[in-house]
């Protein structure tokens, strides 16, 4: 009975934690909107309009004592996508509620041994998760940076400005790129609100974890000021791409040779030694019977 509690639990803490994802864009437009309507964002009344879990998580993101733990994570939702409110109430469900609940459901059914491991786990695996899913977003756009450069050097050599090439590939390029196409598309809506092209462009490459992006706002602001052609640049970038990921390919196929024999070691040369020897040492067990 009470493993099916703890079960039921949890699975209503997942259920909590996904509806929150869900409707913490719907949250973060609506606050964004209060706060256009608004002559000061930072009003009083705007920090009424918020609701409990806006206001929660956003004490708890910029509390002394959280404040490092919560820019970690933080870190990792920006490389996903998300917004800074969509990062506070990540970081107060799935780094402080859900742990709470399973600290709790833990000390209840599990007893004290089972509470301090729940404890653990439920405090350290939701920060390596969202971390973890942060590094491969970064890694998926460093690769999808790639196909920008290509498409941007095709339609550039068409003609195109910037600022329309940003825009036909936000509409035409999504499927190709599904990650990189979130920080596209606040690069477009920077320019459409009467933003610098700098500066955008500066919010497009703000993260130094995706290095081909990096590249690519370097050279489109290098190119703004002086004037000069990218055509070349740009292949040198995607040439440079593609050696690092080849690189990286080859650094993981022989991490994989090591892995693979390691397992031989441990697994295969126990039953290779018991099907050469056994017979040898059945012979000399019925030798020494006799």
């Known amino acids: 009975m009470s493993n099916g509690w703890f079960i039921a639990s949890a699975l209503l803490a997942l259920v909590a934690g996904g509806w929150v ?29 918020r609701n409990t879990f806006e206001k929660l998580a956003w004490r708890l993101a910029n509390s002394p004592l959280t404040r490092d733990d919560f820019l970690e994570v933080q870190h990792a939702v920006f490389a996903m996508g998300r917004s800074a409110g969509s990062a506070q109430l990540i970081y107060f469900f799935f780094c402080w509620v859900l742990p709470a ?22 405090f350290i695996l939701p920060r390596r998760t969202i971390r973890g899913m942060g590094r491969s977003a970064e890694k998926q ?50 320019m459409e609100s009467g933003a610098e092209r700098n500066q955008a462009l500066d919010e497009l490459g703000e993260n130094r974890s995706i290095p081909v992006l990096r590249s690519y706002v370097m050279l489109m602001k290098q190119s703004s000021q002086l004037g000069a052609g990218v055509s070349s640049s740009l292949e040198q970038i995607i040439l440079e791409a593609r050696d690092v990921e080849r690189s990286k390919l080859k650094e993981e196929t022989n991490r994989i040779g090591a892995k693979i024999t390691v397992v031989m070691m441990v697994f295969m040369l126990p039953a290779l030694f018991i099907i050469i020897g056994g017979p040898a040492v059945i012979s000399i067990a019925d030798a020494l019977s006799r």
Request: hydrophobic share 50%; glycine share 6%.
């Open 21 to 49: 994802i869900l409707k913490s864009r719907e949250w973060e437009s609506r606050a964004r909107i209060s706060g256009r309507m608004r002559a000061s964002p930072d009003s009083s009344e705007d920090t009424a309009s």
């Open 101 to 122: 609940v399973a600290i709790f459901l833990g000390f209840a059914f599990l007893g004290i041994l089972g509470g301090m491991l729940c404890a653990a786990a439920a």
């Open 141 to 190: 756009q460093n690769r999808e940076a790639v196909e920008l450069c290509h498409m941007t050097r095709m339609l550039m050599e068409a003609g195109l400005s910037l600022e329309r090439v940003m825009r036909m590939i936000a509409a035409q390029a999504r499927p190709l790129m599904p990650k990189l196409v979130l920080r596209i598309d606040r690069f477009n809506r920077l």
